[in-house]
């Protein structure tokens, strides 16, 4: 049975702050009064008046402010994350398969028409998830890209976001945030074409108004804090599992960390050290990674490697770390994480900022049902199918049966008109 060295005070589901109501109201406001409404809201909550859609001038100047250093690591860290979308868009296939004699069914792999990429403003500059978002839009094929993150000062959106997001192929980029900008790119308003899906993380407004909005358009998922797992043996070095729980805790003071051990000298090893490496952040990331540590933090002892495996899966952690050895057994075991990073030479920040895979992963133990960000989040798996008329022979029977004892006698009578015009001297035993 597992021992709670450390046990959080909150949680995601002690936490629960209904924001709908008020979410709803502004969507609404936006329905009924279109661009003006997202105008005002713009002003409102970001005091924005600026231009609402980046003109391209207003573009290359931002750009020009980037550095050669930071474009450098954007271009290196977008290389990267390309790479891996377009691995994964070459897995995903057309197909086709004979099921019987002359009857061809297949499946064809669609990209969405148009994509929003909603990137977060607020406490940090989030040049990744532009990368993370547009880009892999970009790999599967999706025509038009909206991008959009809040207005941050007089000059709008962070220059380094800016050239990330032209970097990685935005079609249109909208300075605005929130519900209005989540709205903006699901109605099509300001000119654009109405997104066919909606993804990126944000904050509780912008998750409530992607859920609400679920059904007129597609979203990636609902996203809640981010949060983080560490599972270390004996062999963990104590300072790196304390250094990666403390930078996934800066995040934000609600997000959750977890380290899960089966050796007890290692764990109080490591709640020892967090304490002083919080202290040596910045002020603001200092006072998030106190209070996630604080109020969300846990550090749990198993048994052995197993309990703690089964421990995690439960968690369903959206970033999981291991630093145990024999990294192919828990390659092989783990089940239940958004993404997966195998010994202390990778790590979360790794993923976050510039090593390939997706860092848009599910929170909140969604990792349970879902994976996270993908190329196929953009594609449509459709299916069609064709057949001989000696091949309908066989399934016209079959289905006119099946919906005479369902009921359904419409149907039924689709399969009979063939039967007899395919076949009109046979005599067929179809139901009653």
């Avoid at 792999?109 to 989030?126: E, L, S």
């Avoid at 991008?147 to 000062?153: D, F, M, T, V």
């Avoid at 020892?272 to 202290?279: D, M």
Wanted: aromatic letters at 6%; a negative charge.
């Amino acid at each position: 049975m597992v021992e709670y060295l450390k046990r959080a005070v909150r949680t995601a589901q002690t936490d629960q702050n209904d924001v709908a109501p008020a979410v709803q109201a502004l969507l609404a406001e936006i329905a009924q009064s279109g661009e003006a409404a997202a105008i005002a809201m713009a002003q409102r909550f970001d005091h924005w008046k600026g231009e609402t859609i980046v003109s391209r001038t207003a573009l290359d100047y931002a750009i020009d402010q980037v550095s050669e250093q930071t474009k450098a690591d954007i271009q290196f860290a977008h290389a990267n994350i390309l790479r891996f979308a377009q691995a994964q868009r070459d897995t995903i296939v057309d197909t086709e398969v004979e099921i019987l004699p002359g009857l061809l069914a297949g499946q064809r792999q669609i990209p969405v028409g148009a994509a929003g990429c909603y990137v977060p403003g607020g406490r940090y500059a989030h040049i990744a998830s532009a990368m993370m978002t547009i880009t892999t839009a970009k790999a599967a094929g999706v025509k038009h890209i909206t991008a959009c993150s809040p207005p941050s000062g007089p000059d709008g959106i962070p220059p380094a976001i800016l050239y990330a997001m032209d970097l990685c192929g935005a079609d249109t980029i909208l300075n605005m945030g929130g519900v209005q900008a989540v709205a903006a790119m699901a109605k099509g308003l300001f000119g654009l074409p109405r997104v066919d899906i909606l993804v990126g993380p944000g904050n509780q407004y912008v998750a409530e108004a992607k859920r609400i909005l679920f059904g007129e358009v597609g979203i990636d998922m609902v996203a809640g804090p981010t949060d983080s797992l560490v599972l270390a043996d004996a062999g963990a070095d104590p300072a790196i599992v304390a250094a990666d729980l403390v930078g996934q805790a800066e995040h934000g003071p609600n997000s959750p960390v977890w380290l899960v051990t089966d050796d007890r000298a290692l764990a109080d090893d490591v709640i020892a050290r967090v304490p002083a490496l919080i202290a040596t952040l910045p002020d603001m990331n200092a006072a998030n990674a106190a209070a996630a540590w604080n109020d969300y933090a846990e550090v749990i002892l198993c048994a052995d490697r197993e309990e703690m495996a089964h421990t995690s899966d439960t968690i369903a952690p959206e970033h999981l770390t291991v630093q145990c050895d024999d990294l192919d057994w828990w390659l092989d075991r783990l089940t239940t994480y958004g993404s997966l990073f195998l010994g202390e030479e990778t790590t979360v920040a790794f993923g976050d900022k510039a090593a390939g895979p997706n860092h848009v992963l599910p929170t909140s133990g969604a990792a349970r049902y879902t994976g996270g960000l993908s190329v196929g989040k953009f594609m449509k798996t459709v299916t069609w199918q064709r057949a001989t008329r000696d091949a309908t022979r066989s399934v016209a029977e079959a289905t006119a049966r099946i919906s005479r004892i369902e009921g359904m006698e419409g149907h039924a009578r689709t399969a009979d008109i063939r039967l007899a015009k395919y076949f009109p001297d046979e005599v067929f035993n179809l139901g009653s």
